[in-house]
């Protein structure tokens, strides 16, 4: 692995209506509310005090949007990729939580106990990983030394990319919780490849200190 010492900062949009609303988004291109503005510009403060390299972004508008924020504040260039769209979910996307497990028992439950499942007939996670990941990786080889990426993306592709380069097995990757609306996590490199440094923050890291670093 290149670049030792470089980080990926994986930060996830603003609030949405539909992220009110419990609404599963999914690849919907949904805006960001106010309040998801005023996240995205009080992120992109801290974010931009880590001196990032890159920002990278799904060209879906709530990440473009969260993404322009810390563009605007840094001077770098946000480039749009497709491949960081949230998971396609079929007909699961418009429907709120509610409505998914009315609708769709079945299938959720078996999504939620880690097996393999096209929720609504979309995609699988490990789908979305294969597709995801590898830019992540594209991007962050490009890094220079001790560098930082940002990548601006959904919380479900997010999850999927952390769990592919950490190394996780799929079913595993449930293990990770969620992200907030605009909150991020941060992956370094470690001796043996990608470690997870921090996860769903909001704040500056502190560094570890302690026995295990």
């Not at 508008?61 to 563009?71: G, I, N």
Request: aromatic fraction near 6%; charge should be negative; hydrophobic fraction near 40%.
């Amino acid at each position: 692995m290149s670049n030792r010492g470089c980080r990926i900062i994986l930060w996830r949009h603003g609030q949405t209506a539909w992220n009110l609303e419990r609404r599963f988004q999914g690849s919907t291109d949904i805006e960001l509310t106010e309040t998801g503005v005023a996240q995205a510009k009080r992120a992109a403060r801290l974010l931009a005090s880590l001196k990032p390299d890159a920002i990278v972004a799904s060209d879906l508008r709530r990440a473009a949007a969260t993404a322009a924020e810390l563009s605007a504040i840094t001077g770098l260039t946000v480039t749009h990729e497709e491949s960081l769209r949230e998971t396609y979910a079929g007909d699961w996307q418009g429907l709120t939580h509610d409505e998914i497990i009315a609708r769709f028992g079945e299938q959720y439950t078996a999504w939620k106990r880690g097996e393999a499942v096209r929720r609504g007939g979309g995609e699988l996670e490990t789908e979305v990983a294969d597709r995801a990941a590898p830019v992540v990786l594209r991007h962050a080889e490009k890094l220079p030394e001790n560098g930082t990426l940002v990548v601006v993306s959904h919380g479900g592709t997010i999850r999927t990319t952390i769990g592919r380069l950490l190394g996780l097995e799929p079913h595993h990757w449930e293990g990770l919780g969620g992200l907030t609306n605009c909150c991020w996590s941060v992956l370094g490199q470690g001796a043996r490849g990608w470690r997870l440094l921090e996860h769903n923050a909001g704040t500056l890291p502190e560094p570890v200190l302690g026995d295990d670093d």
